[in-house]
C-alpha cells in the first residue's frame, strides 16, 4: 500500500509534468499557447503570425526574402526568393502540437469558417445555430444582414454553455484538422 508521503511525490510529479506541457504549448516568440503552429526544418515551432511578423522584419521594406534563419537556433531554414506574404504558407503545420493542443485542456481559438473558405485565418467568436458554421466578428455582421439568414441565431460562443463550447470546438477543429486551418 503506498503511503501518504509517496502520493505526495506522485501528485508533485504530475503537477510538475502538467507545468511542463504547459510550457512546452507555448510559442517563444510571444510565450502564448500556439495558434496555427508552423514547424520550421530545425523542427523549432512557431504561431503562424509569430513567424509572418518575424519574416516580416527580415524582408523589412522588399516584397521578398531571400534567407529565412530560425529565430531561435539560427539554422537557414530557406534560401531563394519568395514572397514574404507566402514564405510562412511554405513550413507545415505542426500536426503533433496540434493533436497534443486538442487533446490538452487547453482552450484553442476556433477558426471562421467563412474565412476558411477563403484560405483565411481568422478567430471565430460566434456560432450561426441555423448554418452551425463558427463566425469571425465581420462574417456575423454580413451573415446577419442578408435578407435570406434573417431568421437566423447567432450567439456568442464564449455565452454557450460548457459543454457545448467543448463539442462545437471539437467538431470545428476536426473540420480544421482535415482542411489544415488552425489558429
Excluded at 55 to 63: C, F, G, H, N
Aim: some cysteine; hydrophobic content about 35%.
Amino acid at each position: 500500500m503506498a503511503t501518504s508521503s509517496e502520493d505526495l511525490n506522485a501528485s508533485d510529479e504530475i503537477q510538475e509534468s502538467e507545468t511542463t506541457l504547459s510550457e512546452d504549448l507555448n510559442c517563444p516568440l510571444c510565450m502564448k499557447i500556439f495558434r496555427s503552429p508552423r514547424r520550421l526544418p530545425c523542427l523549432h515551432s512557431f504561431c503562424h503570425d509569430c513567424l509572418q511578423s518575424h519574416i516580416y522584419k527580415i524582408a523589412s521594406v522588399k516584397d521578398s526574402v531571400k534567407k529565412l534563419c530560425c529565430p531561435l537556433c539560427g539554422y537557414v531554414a530557406f534560401t531563394g526568393e519568395f514572397s514574404r506574404d507566402k514564405l510562412v504558407h511554405l513550413f507545415p503545420l505542426n500536426t503533433l502540437m496540434l493533436s497534443v493542443l486538442m487533446k490538452s485542456r487547453v482552450k484553442v481559438d476556433l477558426v471562421c469558417n467563412v474565412c476558411q473558405a477563403q484560405d483565411v485565418v481568422t478567430c471565430a467568436e460566434n456560432l450561426c445555430t441555423a448554418c452551425e458554421e463558427a463566425l469571425c466578428v465581420q462574417c456575423s455582421k454580413v451573415h446577419g444582414m442578408s435578407r435570406l439568414l434573417t431568421n437566423h441565431t447567432i450567439l456568442k460562443i464564449e455565452d454557450l454553455p460548457s459543454k457545448q463550447q467543448t463539442a462545437l470546438q471539437n467538431n470545428l477543429m476536426f473540420s480544421a484538422w482535415n482542411t489544415g486551418h488552425f489558429l
